[in-house]
């Protein structure tokens, strides 16, 4: 029977593994937004407008359910993990506030403008608005990130009778980590966004919608992804060496070293055994472990024996990393054939709409797969060094934590079907329904709607686009 700690630990698993999937898309979809709002600032061709006139509607939704599972999870500091705030809550609590206060208020301020001022506001007001708000989920990931960063490599700071108290906020902020996981953490961001928006795109666009937004979305979202995928690459060269460096247990676990040796092999696939301390099955490139880590073929790396009961669990480690890196591998490919293809204003191919189709929500599954990495990579730390988990959890019987937890994956069950089913109507409703522009400025400069007369292939009179409005 699972106790107390590990229902907790499988919890706030289920509440973060919910909650990261919206950011992810948010903190990069608001700056793709904000583009076709400045371009068509820069054109006026109302193609531009389209776009982020649709595009914005999904934001609205998915940063609703960001704001509302990110609230749930921040209870379980208190109902869960009370030694958490008891022993780094000087650190965590400022850091936390911080997000409130430079990123949560700023998105608040501008997210109504953005949202329902296109027609009340000078149109440079309303792109500001939208600035704003991209930047302002930035900011919560700057400040978010700070904090997790800090878990895994602590600095800034002294212990005064069991509690942490900060010695340099700048330390606390800046620590050895934080720049290769923020940086990390926006280019998935921005890869999850980017094949969200040219899949949705192809999913219009094979549903018989023959307006040229989508089709320019679908372009934008697979530019953006061809360019970010290498990026991505060397980032996470980087972040590796730098794992190297502060958590080597966790280097371990991810190439499934057992024995501190030279030469290591990079593992294609194995079945790790962390009974008998084997890998079973391997499939490797012989020395490419120690060439991508040290720089050298015959570079020496730390075994997990090293660490005995200090390294984390392996498997998940091991296969999460491995998943992670395929489906960018993937997404890097589809993102430059794509791309390749869509050149010179060509159209995609039914199996191209197909595949990017199938891959719109690849980002959300790396992004999962990188986090259990990360966190399950950390353990047997809550805070590396200073606190661990099983200090942290809290003292209620395993029956409680069952039963919230039972409540949490309903209701998330629940949630995440109605966000992809929504999603879909939205998709097909934008087919079927004449769009309607803002295509003319007052005189105080904001936009006034106009009927767009090549927003769709069908001619629809005012009663048959009413009817088909009620019927979507």
């Known amino acids: 029977m699972l106790d107390t700690l590990m229902l907790s630990r499988v919890q706030f698993a289920a509440n973060i593994s919910f909650h990261i999937l919206f950011p992810t898309i948010t903190i990069a979809l608001c700056w793709i937004i904000f583009f076709f709002k400045l371009r068509y600032d820069q054109t006026q061709n109302p193609v531009w407008m389209r776009a982020y006139r649709f595009w914005i509607k999904i934001f609205a939704l998915t940063f609703a359910l960001g704001v509302v599972s990110g609230i749930t999870m921040s209870f379980q500091f208190g109902t869960n993990w009370p030694g958490f705030m008891e022993t780094v809550g000087n650190i965590a609590g400022p850091l936390l506030g ?7 208020f700023l998105e608040a301020t501008f997210l109504g403008i953005m949202l329902f ?91 018989g919608d023959t307006k ?42 991810i190439e499934g070293i057992w024995n501190t040796e030279e030469g290591v092999p990079l593992l294609l696939f194995a079945v790790p055994d962390e009974e008998e301390k084997t890998n079973h099955f391997a499939i490797g490139i012989p020395k490419v472990a120690s060439l991508i880590l040290t720089h050298d073929l015959d570079g020496e790396l730390q075994g997990l024996n090293e660490f005995e009961g200090q390294h984390p669990p392996v498997a998940p480690a091991f296969y999460g990393f491995r998943i992670m890196v395929g489906i960018g591998l993937l997404m890097w490919l589809i993102a430059w054939v794509a791309s390749y293809q869509l050149r010179g204003g060509r159209e995609a191919s039914p199996l191209l709409l197909r595949i990017v189709g199938f891959m719109t929500f690849s980002g959300w599954a790396s992004t999962l797969a990188g986090w259990y990495v990360t966190e399950t990579g950390r353990q047997p730390w809550l805070v590396t060094g200073v606190l661990k988990t099983v200090d942290a959890v809290t003292p209620v019987p395993a029956s409680h934590v069952g039963v919230s937890l039972t409540m949490y994956l309903l209701v998330y069950a629940f949630l995440l079907w109605a966000y992809i089913h929504t999603l879909r109507l939205m998709a097909r409703k934008s087919v079927t329904v004449e769009e309607f522009e803002t295509t003319t400025r007052s005189r105080d400069g904001s936009l006034n709607a106009e009927l767009d007369l090549d927003t769709s292939s069908a001619t629809l009179d005012s009663t048959t686009h009413n009817d088909k409005g009620v019927n979507s």
Request: charged share 10%; net charge positive.
């Open 98 to 104: 911080y997000e409130v206060l430079t990123a949560f």
């Open 117 to 207: 001022g296109i027609n009340r506001v000078p149109s440079k007001v309303h792109t500001f608005a939208a600035l704003m708000v991209a930047i302002g989920t930035t900011l919560s990931a700057f400040w978010i990130l700070a904090l997790n960063s800090w878990m895994h490599t602590p600095t800034g700071y002294e212990m005064i009778d069991g509690v942490a108290h900060v010695t340099s906020w700048w330390e606390v902020i800046f620590n050895p980590s934080f720049p290769y996981r923020l940086s990390h953490m926006l280019v998935a961001s921005g890869l999850t966004a980017s094949f969200f928006v040219a899949g949705i795109s192809a999913y219009r666009i094979r549903l």
């Open 212 to 253: 040229k937004a989508p089709r320019l979305a679908l372009k934008t979202g697979l530019l953006i992804a061809a360019v970010l995928a290498p990026i991505q690459a060397f980032i996470g060269d980087a972040h590796g060496l730098n794992t190297l460096e502060h958590q080597p247990a966790k280097i371990a676990a």
